[in-house]
Nanobody, 121 residues
């Protein structure tokens, strides 16, 4: 059974940083691409970033480029999202998701329950 458990959310000030983690279990982690997505209050789901199974390729939504960094540790079955230069509009529930294959182009088929990030002064 696939399990994805996010952690690391909390309150940050504008311009600050947070590092999110997603611990994965129930599948062969290093065979699958992983993504982060978010849902801001009153808005729809927004894809944030993805990383291929072999760590070689990373992808970002335009508004996150240069501020967010995705990474993964296949030995620890964990994917991370380093968020720097946070803005008020980054306030959202952040989800970790598993892809169907080793590439970002495949659909996401499993989701965690999310970790809340609030950016406020």
């Amino acid at each position: 059974q696939v399990q994805l458990v996010e952690s690391g959310g909390g309150l940050a000030q504008p311009g600050g940083s947070l590092r999110l983690s997603c611990a994965a279990s129930g599948f062969t982690f290093n065979n699958y691409a992983m993504s982060w997505a978010r849902q801001a209050p009153g808005k729809g789901l927004e894809w944030v970033s993805a990383i291929s199974s072999d760590v070689r390729n990373t992808y970002y939504a335009d508004s996150m480029k240069g501020r967010f960094t995705i990474s993964r540790d296949n030995a620890k079955n964990t994917v991370y999202l380093q968020m720097d230069s946070l803005k008020h509009e980054d306030t959202a529930l952040y989800y970790c998701a598993k892809h169907l294959t080793n590439t970002y182009a495949s659909s996401m088929d499993s989701w965690g329950k999310g970790t809340l990030v609030a950016v406020s002064s």
